[in-house]
Each structure stands twice: as structure tokens, then as C-alpha cells.
């Protein structure tokens, strides 16, 4: 039986050092949990192999990227290893206004201006097992040079030092285990009396007619 919906469209922010299993956490979230949908970020940087245009960014050149900075159309906006990234307003504002949750993957600096504005949401910070994980799995997965790998290790390190600015942590040492404790905490944001939709509920159990 599908069920109904009896809040309101939230604001999911997730961030996580690059080599924790983010992108593949909320990939699982997208395809398995239904009312959320991920804001498709603008970025000036390559498309590398195996993604597509819209689906897993828009690319854009920096000058149409600081057209749109100018124009206001960015809720929050990084630069993360000499790219710039946004995340633009109207596709945010677009999804709430279908009824649907919106997951944001964005990086430390995004989601502190989010909290900066006082925008209404959940922060998730993912934790990698450990150090050494890590390290191995950028490793494994870069083609670059041992210095740029340490180079993302420091700066996964000082993106972890802002995790008190989240309301939840996962730890990834589990993939379905983590892919649980992100669900849980969703499920749960949707059940909180703050966040229904109170027409309906007034409607339907409180006599009160709109
Ligand atoms: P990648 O280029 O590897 O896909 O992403 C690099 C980093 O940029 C990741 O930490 C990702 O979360 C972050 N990112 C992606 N889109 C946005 C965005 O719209 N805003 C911000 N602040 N960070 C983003």
C-alpha cells in the first residue's frame, strides 16, 4: 500500500570526506527511498568519465558560473580543489514545492553557509572506518602522485574537524549499516511533529476545514 505523506519537504545535507562512500550512500538513498530527490549542483570543473550532463552536475564554464553567483541564483556556493561549485535556488525551491525532500551532497564549506542562513534542515557528516581506510582508498582509487594523495588526506582531515557542525554523524565502516543510519535519520526528521503538514492534519483528525 502506498503511503501517505503527512509532512512537509525537508532539506537533507550531507557532507563526507572524498574516499568515505558518500556518492554510493546517496545514490542508495535516492534509487530505494521514495518523496526525496537530489539537487543537481552546477560545477566548472571536467566531467569526468561516466557522468552526465544534469544528472551528475551541470557543468559550466567559471564565466557562466559568476554570472549566476551575480544574479543570486546560488543558496550556497565552494571551492573545492580550484573548482568551483553551487548549489542553485531554484531547483532546491523547485523540489520542496512538489512535496518531495531535497539531498544535498556538498562539502563543509556549503553546508556551514546553509547553517550561516539559517535555512531549516538536517546536517549529516559521513566518517570514513578509519585514517588508514582512508588513505588506502584514495590510494586505490587516484592516479595521482603520493603527494597529491596526502595532500586530499590533510584536507579530508580538516574537513572532519567541522563535524560538530552537523546534527548527525555515520560512520561508513558498514555500507548497508550507514546506509541504515542515513534512512533512520530521515524517516525519523519526517515523523517530527515540527514538520507536518498540518493542513492535512487538521483536515483529516481535527475537524478544521481550509
Ligand atoms: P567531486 O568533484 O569529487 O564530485 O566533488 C568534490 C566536492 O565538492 C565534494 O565534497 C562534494 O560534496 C562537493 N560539492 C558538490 N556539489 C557541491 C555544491 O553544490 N556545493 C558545495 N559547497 N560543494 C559541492
Known amino acids: 500500500m502506498k503511503r501517505r505523506r503527512i509532512s512537509k519537504g525537508c532539506l537533507f545535507i550531507i557532507s563526507a570526506p572524498s574516499g568515505t562512500g558518500k556518492t554510493s550512500l546517496a545514490g542508495r538513498i535516492l534509487d530505494t527511498l521514495p518523496g526525496i530527490r537530489e539537487s543537481v549542483s552546477y560545477t566548472t570543473r571536467q566531467m569526468r568519465a561516466g557522468e552526465a550532463q544534469d544528472v ?40 520542496l514545492a512538489s512535496g518531495a525532500d531535497v ?69 561508513n565502516d558498514d555500507f548497508e549499516t550507514a546506509f541504515k543510519d542515513i534512512e533512520s535519520i530521515i524517516i525519523a526528521r519526517r515523523l517530527l511533529t515540527s514538520g507536518l503538514n498540518m493542513t492535512w492534519l487538521e483536515n483529516t483528525f481535527l475537524g478544521k476545514q481550509t
Do not use: C
Open 56 to 95: 551528475d552536475y551541470t557543468f559550466i564554464t567559471p564565466e557562466i558560473f559568476k554570472h549566476m553567483l551575480k544574479g543570486g541564483e546560488f543558496l550556497e556556493w565552494a571551492q573545492v580543489h580550484g573548482n568551483y561549485y553551487g548549489t542553485a535556488k531554484k531547483r532546491v525551491e523547485d523540489i
Open 103 to 171: 539531498l544535498l551532497d556538498i562539502d563543509t564549506q556549503g553546508a556551514k553557509q546553509f547553517r550561516q542562513q539559517k535555512l531549516d534542515g538536517v546536517y549529516i557528516f559521513i566518517f570514513p572506518p578509519s585514517l588508514d581506510e582512508l588513505r588506502r582508498r584514495l590510494v586505490k582509487r587516484s592516479t595521482d602522485a603520493p603527494d597529491v594523495v596526502e595532500k586530499r588526506l590533510a584536507r579530508a582531515i580538516d574537513e572532519m574537524k567541522d563535524f560538530h557542525f552537523y546534527d548527525y554523524v555515520v560512520i
